[in-house]
């Protein structure tokens, strides 16, 4: 575990304030078991654990490589016991690797996350995963359609293993595992919705054309799903809308870009390629949970494509963690549609209908 060693005075110094301000507590909870913060802590991770998952695992090249959960926790992580607070494990989106670590961008995603939700009180970890697609190449519709299927089936084959490793030792990072939600974006959030919205590999598989069924004895079995408590999916597309059954509980927060030709809102392919699989974005997914009945939080932004501003991301995150706060660990999640206002792009020539982003 942790071992911080406080040499300065100045360290103390702010030891001291995230312990005062972590006193400042909701008023409101009534019977919450957590005690979750209006304000940010102070200071948030004096250092993280590095934890590996996937060790001498090959890559879309066949380069073998150890494949890290970043973990951190609020500054009072220090004391003997640590607290078992709620989790989100965040799976960044896509981004080709060009240097070591292998996936240098789930250490640049902890910042934010620090930033968004470890100084509210909760244990955060981003996840180093098998995310570059062999031969990817500008144009993107000359990438091909194998390697981006076979990339996105190592990226759930390494999510899969992660949770597993999360749930061996809860206690020594400080996460309570009844209360673990999954973050993605873009990539990430193809990562987790699928992920965890399928069975296993070969109800995943099935989506797919023949050529592809074999990829479970090439790259090897999926580990089992385990319990989380919650999705958030920022822009993210499921692959087939039937792999969400009526077997799923899984609450689902979803954001997604009215005008977003990289991952359609509605229904199309990535980019619009004519050689990519068909996915289904934010407005298919909740409609697919409103017709099973389950609870979700649709957020469209209208005038928003696939990049998100600050002021965007901002929002989204303390609708995130009032979300997790107020629906899930403190009260009873619904069903529940929200339209913002972005007005950046003007939507023509993505795969969206015109009168969508007006």
């Not at 206690?171 to 973050?183: M, Y």
């Not at 692959?239 to 809102?265: K, M, N, Q, R, W």
Request: proline residues 6%; charged residues 20%.
């Amino acid at each position: 575990m942790k071992k911080y060693i406080f040499a300065t005075t100045l360290s103390l110094l702010l030891l001291i304030s995230c312990i005062s301000e972590m006193e400042q507590l909701d008023p409101s909870l009534g019977d919450c078991e957590y005690a979750f913060l209006n304000q940010p802590i102070g200071f948030c991770g004096f250092d993280f654990d590095e934890v590996p998952y996937c060790i001498n695992c090959p890559d879309e090249d066949g380069q073998l490589g150890t494949y890290n959960i970043l973990i951190d926790q609020p500054d009072d992580s220090y004391l003997e016991v640590v607290p078992l607070r709620p989790t989100i494990l965040a799976v960044h989106g896509y981004a080709p690797n060009s240097s070591a670590p292998k996936d240098p961008y789930a250490g640049l995603f902890l910042p934010s996350m620090r930033n968004s939700f470890c100084k509210y009180g909760y244990t955060i970890a981003t996840l180093e995963y098998r995310q570059d697609i062999k031969g990817f190449s500008d144009p993107v519709c000359d990438i091909s359609a194998e390697e981006v299927i076979r990339t996105h089936y190592r990226s759930i084959q390494d999510l899969r293993k992660a949770i597993h490793k999360l749930y061996e030792s809860p206690e020594v990072f400080g996460i309570d595992t009844n209360n673990l939600f999954l973050l993605g974006n873009s990539q990430g959030a193809m990562t987790i919705l699928n992920g965890m919205l399928s069975t296993d590999e070969e109800e995943w598989l099935a989506t797919f054309p023949g050529e592809y069924h074999n990829l479970k004895d090439e790259l090897g079995p999926w580990m089992p799903r385990r319990p989380i408590r919650g999705i958030i999916s920022i822009a993210g597309p499921l692959y087939d809308l039937d792999l969400f059954g009526s077997e799923d509980d899984i609450p689902l927060f979803l954001a997604h870009g009215v005008c977003d030709s990289t991952v359609p809102y509605k229904s199309g392919t990535y980019f619009n390629c004519p050689n990519s699989e068909l996915v289904h974005g934010g407005y298919e997914i909740a409609h697919r949970a409103d017709e099973l009945g389950k609870s979700y939080s649709l957020h469209s932004i209208k005038g928003l494509g696939h990049d998100y501003p600050n002021e965007i991301n901002e929002m989204l995150r303390e609708k995130i963690r009032d979300w997790i706060k107020n629906q899930i660990i403190c009260g009873e999640p619904k069903q529940e549609e929200f339209t913002i206002e972005a007005n950046i792009v003007n939507c023509i020539n993505t795969s969206t209908c015109i009168e969508d982003c007006q």
